[in-house]
């Protein structure tokens, strides 16, 4: 079982009304905007379940869109991220999906295009108090939290890659606290995620790209 | 230094002979991440927060996101100082909650009236220092992390018992340890307050986080202080909090989905809710 904190009972601090569908939506939007190089051009968020339903009053839309300019939780600035959304240049847009039933009750698909013209999807669930997970990159499966330093590889199966990456971590003495793998298929696209405790050196996304399966890089730090 | 229930947590203030909130400070200070000085530094930024929350609407009023709620938190004056302002306070939290404005969850958002009301009253009928606040929000912490280890405090799993029950035995714990009461005495309060408000459903109208939210972090405030001065008179409960918490978490579990969140049942399908919400297609 994790630590539970006294601030994780008194807390989050948030823009109200709700941990799950205000908090939790920043929290997953901000999280998903790590994962892409800066600066995002176009958005597009499709919400699920009680996310579809109920994200108008409960600001849903203006914490996502929040979260994905990297507003932490309590931020003033959500209330009027739309605004500042067209100030930046920032094209949005909010699909309520009613239909998929089969799915986490809060759940969010996140579709970025950046500025150099990469696109990513990532998929986020609000678990309640303010605490989500992502659950799909690109369609992938994964999972994690950004409770902890994440780095996450983009990288082709093959043998050697994750010696490599361990090998990194371990020549900057980074204790990893978990590490999980996924992959399409034998020699197909996968992804390796490492979660660690403290905050990840600067430079270690430049030596992990050093192999040359490996596609990406995305370092989130807590 | 560490305890994962009621009992241990009496132990351990027995052997240090020391309040509730010394032992959870310590819990957090060598179980956590943080150094004691951001501790410190957040917890004070905690209660800034909740007291700006609870004293925003008494000079402008708010309109909520679901135009449900706003304008309640007014002072009408027959309770006596205490009631009177943790009634208003808890009103007006969330008002401001309800409004996109800044609050602390405590232990959620729909029920972050409840702790601030209390404690504000509290400290402005009887003129308590800051540093006391600080304290009693650290005995509202170890009351609401045994509820999250131990039981549940999301409406969607528990109804609101879990939600503004929680808050309301955080709050009357840290009542009782404020006005001088003993670790037994504090938990004994929790105990009572969760017993006071068993059963009780989750059934927001709309779906949203505003009504009957609003009037239950009242309700929560007054069961909170009822149960502090019970335990502050040397009333025991037969119950201690530990059992207090298993019963509240299975009464829960037993309390149909319709009225866990979903907004399916309770106040939130009575006719004159669903003409005002006219949202779903039911």
């Known amino acids: 079982m994790s630590f539970i904190s006294v601030f994780d009972v008194l807390g989050p601090n948030m823009i109200g009304p709700s941990s799950s569908h205000t908090a939790g939506a920043v929290e997953i939007a901000c999280l998903a905007q790590k994962l892409l190089e800066p600066p995002l051009r176009q958005v597009e968020f499709t919400l699920y379940g009680s996310f579809a339903q109920t994200y108008h009053g409960h600001g849903t839309d203006r914490a996502l869109l929040g979260g994905i300019m990297g507003f932490s939780t309590d931020d003033l600035r959500i209330r009027d991220s739309f605004q500042i959304a067209r100030d930046r240049g920032l094209d949005f847009a909010f699909i309520p999906n009613e239909t998929e039933t089969e799915i986490h009750p809060n759940t969010v698909d996140i579709r970025m295009v950046n500025e150099a013209g990469q696109t990513m999807t990532v998929r986020g669930e609000s678990l309640g108090g303010g605490k989500v997970r992502i659950t799909r990159i690109n369609g992938m499966r994964v999972e994690f939290t950004g409770e902890y330093a994440s780095v996450i590889t983009e990288h082709q199966d093959k043998p050697g890659v994750v010696a490599h990456i361990t090998r990194v971590l371990s020549d900057w003495n980074v204790n990893i606290a978990f590490m999980r793998l996924y992959r399409e298929g034998k020699n197909d696209t996968a992804y390796c995620i490492v979660e660690s405790d403290g905050r990840l050196p600067e430079g270690i996304s430049d030596q992990l790209k050093a192999n040359p399966y490996i596609h990406n890089v995305m370092v989130v730090q807590p | ?282």
């Open chain 2, 1 to 282: 230094m560490d305890f994962k229930s009621g009992e241990e947590l009496l132990a351990l203030c027995r052997q240090e002979n020391c309040p509730i909130s010394r032992i959870m400070r310590l819990r957090e200070c060598t179980q956590g991440e943080a150094s004691p000085q951001e501790v410190e530094e957040r917890m004070s930024q905690v209660w800034n927060i909740m007291v700006r929350s609870a004293r925003e609407p008494l000079e402008n009023s708010l309109r909520s996101m679901g135009g449900l709620i706003g304008g309640e938190a007014q002072n009408q004056g027959i309770c006596g100082p205490v009631l009177e302002k943790a009634i208003t306070y808890a009103m007006a939290v969330l008002e401001v909650n309800a409004s996109m404005g800044l609050i602390v969850a405590a232990p959620t958002a729909g029920s972050a009236g409840v702790v601030p009301g209390l404690l504000l009253a509290l400290q402005e009928t009887y003129d308590l220092p800051d540093s006391w606040m600080a304290e009693a929000l650290f005995n509202c912490g170890a009351i609401g992390y045994l509820a999250m280890r131990n039981a549940t405090v999301a409406g969607a799993v528990g109804g609101c018992q879990a939600e503004i029950g929680v808050a309301a035995a955080m709050a009357a714990s840290a009542a009782v340890e404020l006005m001088g009461g003993t670790p037994e005495q504090c938990l004994t309060a929790a105990s009572t307050v969760l017993m006071n408000m068993l059963g009780l459903v989750c059934d927001p109208v709309g779906g949203l986080v505003e009504y009957p939210c609003q009037n239950r972090n009242a309700a929560g405030a007054a069961n909170a202080l009822i149960a502090a001065e019970m335990a502050l008179s040397g009333i025991r409960q037969l119950i201690p909090l530990d059992e207090m918490l298993q019963t509240m978490y299975r009464v829960g579990r037993k309390i149909p989905v319709e009225l866990r969140e979903t907004a399916l049942g309770g106040c939130a399908a009575a006719p004159s809710a669903c003409r005002r919400c006219g949202g779903c297609n039911s």
